[in-house]
T-cell receptor
């Protein structure tokens, strides 16, 4: 299993500013994902955080808006840049299913409100 | 394109009133179908993984089943503490590790 610590758990930010969310896993994992959950919606994949290379973004998400770092196999950050109220969401990091684990593990999420 | 549709969007039950949640999916090469529970303000909590048609898994008052096109989450004699949003997700062979989620079913169980 994997235990994921994510912080901050919540934040209220001014529009135009940026917020960096941190995700720490208690074991080395090859893949880490970042999801967004807009109010009343389900989870949408933002990107795959790749160790040692640039993140791979899903359609509709770009690096300038959501830069991601993955300095090692246990840690990743997601930055939400130049925020607007539309960025108000829950952001979650995740470790996918693998040969070792039959489930995807999620952090507790970061509830972001942009005012 | 992989797709997941859950129904109903919302469900209200009386305590003890059994029911089922539906998850219809389209995926190229199912690697796994996942059920999660999500409480407000928290991350998804894992319930079940199903891999092939005909498979069933149970946990307390919950039972998940899988066919080639859909999955059901049966809730037997629910209690108020079962109130939550239930999410269904699939992992396809063309998107290894990536989960495609449905919109979720928000369940409210009244005492």
């Amino acid at each position: 299993s994997a235990v994921i610590s994510q912080k901050p758990s919540r934040d209220i930010c001014q529009r135009g500013t940026s917020l960096t969310i941190q995700c720490q896993v208690d074991s080395q994992v090859t893949m880490m994902f970042w999801y967004r959950q807009q109010p009343g919606q389900s989870l949408t994949l933002i990107a795959t955080a790749n160790q040692g290379s640039e993140a791979t973004y899903e359609s509709g998400f770009v690096i300038d808006k959501f830069p991601i770092s993955r300095p090692n196999l246990t840690f990743s950050t997601l930055t939400v840049s130049n925020m607007s109220p539309e960025d108000s969401s829950i952001y979650l990091c995740s470790v996918p299913p693998s040969n070792m684990n039959t489930e995807a593990f999620f952090g507790q999420g970061t509830r972001l409100t942009v005012v | 394109e992989d797709q997941v549709t859950q129904s109903p969007e919302a469900l209200r039950l009386q305590e003890g009133e059994s029911s089922s949640l539906n998850c219809s999916y389209t995926v190229s090469g199912l690697r796994g179908l996942f059920w999660y529970r999500q409480d407000p303000g928290k991350g998804p909590e894992f319930l079940f993984t199903l891999y092939s048609a005909g498979e069933e898994k149970e946990k307390e008052r919950l039972k998940a089943t899988l066919t080639k096109k859909e999955s059901f989450l049966h809730i037997t004699a629910p209690k108020p503490e079962d109130s939550a949003t239930y999410l269904c997700a699939v992992e396809g062979s063309s998107n290894t590790g990536k989960l495609i989620f449905g919109q979720g079913t928000t369940l409210q169980v009244k005492p």
